[in-house]
T-cell receptor, first 115, second 114 residues
Framework: ETGVTQSPTHLIKTRGQQVTLRCSSQSGHNTVSWYQQALGQGPQFIFQYYREEENGRGNFPPRFSGLQFPNYSSELNVNALELDDSALYLC??????????????FGQGTRLTVV | AQSVTQLGSHVSVSEGALVLLRCNYSSSVPPYLFWYVQYPNQGLQLLLKYTTGATLVKGINGFEAEFKKSETSFHLTKPSAHMSDAAEYFCAVSGLGQGGKLIFGQGTELSVKP
């Protein structure tokens, strides 16, 4: 067990709706990264948050947004859901110090289905 | 830019046989390389990582990998497969100054036959 918890574990939404996924990072970690894993694919980097600010973003549209809170927990928000947003969303926490990052510990993921 | 290619989306071995999962990478900065394992409906667990130093890296569950810069490879091996090794395996690359952002390969599903 990594100490990274995600909620909810499963979620079904309708196309066009908005969704918020949550992640509690491991104690002592100050960085949270979010990944999207479509069925049968490797995880793809969405963005990373460090000290409550976005610290890098992958090739995802602006309707994917996030927050990091003072306790280093994080939210991923997706607006105007599309069918292709159906995927496993993974949160990873790590410690970033002087651009050197410790290993990332992943949560169990949230399975989002858009119908 | 960085990328990872995993050769073979599916590998099947017999219990007790050698496991070899192939990974080649491309990186414009010195790479950090990782292997993760994913069991069905679960998150990713780190098997091993290479950052600097010794090029042969030992990980958990008897797995090891060797960083070969000249071949831009980081293949994962295990001398003797167990039934419990059946899972999806992902190779990933990051790099100095990348802040730990991981670029993953497509994954290799390992099946172990009794």
């Amino acid at each position: 067990e990594t100490g990274v918890t995600q909620s909810p574990t499963h979620l079904i939404k309708t196309r066009g709706q908005q969704v918020t996924l949550r992640c509690s990072s491991q104690s002592g970690h100050n960085t949270v990264s979010w990944y999207q894993q479509a069925l049968g694919q490797g995880p793809q980097f969405i963005f990373q948050y460090y000290r409550e600010e976005e610290n890098g973003r992958g090739n995802f549209p602006p309707r994917f947004s996030g927050l990091q809170f003072p306790n280093y927990s994080s939210e991923l928000n997706v607006n105007a859901l599309e069918l292709d947003d159906s995927a496993l969303y993974l949160c990873a926490s790590s410690r970033l110090l002087d651009s050197m990052n410790t290993e990332a510990f992943f949560g169990q993921g949230t399975r989002l289905t858009v119908v | 830019a960085q990328s990872v290619t995993q050769l073979g989306s599916h590998v099947s071995v017999s219990e007790g046989a050698l496991v070899l999962l192939r990974c080649n990478y491309s990186s414009s900065v010195p790479p950090y390389l990782f292997w993760y394992v994913q069991y069905p409906n679960q998150g990713l667990q780190l098997l091993l990582k290479y950052t600097t130093g010794a090029t042969l890296v030992k990980g958990i569950n008897g797995f090891e990998a060797e960083f070969k810069k000249s071949e831009t490879s980081f293949h994962l091996t295990k001398p003797s497969a167990h039934m419990s090794d059946a899972a999806e395996y992902f190779c990933a690359v990051s790099g100095l100054g990348q802040g730990g952002k991981l670029i993953f390969g497509q994954g290799t599903e390992l099946s172990v036959k009794p």
